[in-house]
């Protein structure tokens, strides 16, 4: 399969975490990690938004259009060949499991970047967001798993104080932080909808009304929770202790 295959580029965008996934209840994991995506043509609205994003982390070589241009499918194949060599690099894969002349985001490289996740306490999902791989940069890792934020335990932390300034603060900066298709996602959850375009649930109110007991309330937090990057994460966290 080459590069230029749309189901390839729109699991290289879900993997690289410019594009929201979609979970394949039946996966195919000989072809693909776990993602269910079609191989339409790249015009739909969420590909093209996506292809922009990536485009914009690599404005210095990329016209940010979001067209799949033979300029942005070979930074794409590069970006996957160079998160590949570093999971090699740092023990997660080997060239029998990712073969140095495949950039594709399959289930090999799926399960070397979920094996690196849990090395440092992140949410293990497969998705090698760009701080994620500003991480594998590096020339060590620490084996010491990095705090993570639990939302479920901060929601039960907030309905105790929801007037503490900087929990509002906390949340209104995550808010603003996080992509339009992340909250779209995250509202359709919690109302149990699937609007193409939602009035965007405010953080604030779900951490008051949320309940445990409420299948609705724990997909939409679970699903916030495993977008939330270790850059992020942080810069929440530092608001929300902030005394």
């Not at 951490?207 to 929440?236: E, G, K, M, V």
């Given at each position: 399969?080459?590069?230029?295959?749309?189901?390839?580029?729109?699991?290289?965008?879900?993997?690289?975490?410019?594009?929201?996934?979609?979970?394949?209840?039946?996966?195919?994991?000989?072809?693909?990690?776990?993602?269910?995506?079609?191989?339409?043509?790249?015009?739909?609205?969420?590909?093209?938004?996506?292809?922009?994003?990536?485009?914009?982390?690599?404005?210095?070589?990329?016209?940010?259009?979001?067209?799949?241009?033979?300029?942005?499918?070979?930074?794409?194949?590069?970006?996957?060949?160079?998160?590949?060599?570093?999971?090699?690099?740092?023990?997660?894969?080997?060239?029998?499991?990712?073969?140095?002349?495949?950039?594709?985001?399959?289930?090999?490289?799926?399960?070397?970047?979920?094996?690196?996740?849990?090395?440092?306490?992140?949410?293990?999902?497969?998705?090698?967001?760009?701080?994620?791989?500003?991480?594998?940069?590096?020339?060590?890792?620490?084996?010491?798993?990095?705090?993570?934020?639990?939302?479920?335990?901060?929601?039960?932390?907030?309905?105790?104080?929801?007037?503490?300034?900087?929990?509002?603060?906390?949340?209104?900066?995550?808010?603003?932080?996080l992509p339009k298709d992340v909250l779209h996602k995250v509202t359709n959850k919690w109302r149990g909808t699937n609007d193409q375009n939602p009035e965007i649930v405010k953080l604030t109110n779900l951490?008051?009304?949320?309940?445990?007991?409420?299948?609705?309330?724990?997909?939409?937090?679970?699903?916030?929770?495993?977008?939330?990057?270790?850059?992020?994460?942080?810069?929440?966290?530092?608001?929300?202790?902030?005394?």
């Open positions: 399969m080459a590069v230029s295959s749309p189901e390839v580029i729109r699991h290289i965008l879900i993997g690289l975490g410019y594009l929201a996934p979609e979970i394949d209840p039946k996966p195919d994991l000989t072809k693909f990690a776990p993602w269910k995506r079609n191989n339409n043509s790249l015009t739909d609205d969420p590909t093209e938004e996506a292809i922009k994003k990536f485009q914009k982390q690599y404005s210095q070589k990329l016209t940010i259009n979001g067209n799949a241009d033979a300029e942005t499918r070979t930074v794409m194949a590069d970006t996957v060949k160079g998160l590949q060599n570093r999971l090699k690099f740092h023990g997660f894969a080997t060239n029998a499991e990712i073969p140095p002349d495949k950039p594709f985001y399959g289930p090999a490289t799926y399960t070397a970047v979920k094996k690196f996740q849990k090395s440092q306490g992140l949410t293990e999902n497969g998705i090698a967001t760009f701080e994620q791989r500003q991480i594998l940069q590096q020339s060590s890792l620490t084996d010491k798993p990095q705090p993570q934020v639990k939302l479920r335990d901060l929601c039960f932390q907030f309905q105790k104080n929801p007037q503490n300034p900087s929990y509002i603060a906390a949340l209104n900066n995550l808010q603003q932080n951490f008051t009304y949320y309940d445990d007991n409420n299948a609705n309330h724990r997909d939409a937090l679970n699903h916030l929770q495993s977008q939330l990057t270790p850059a992020i994460s942080q810069a929440f966290l530092n608001l929300w202790n902030k005394k």
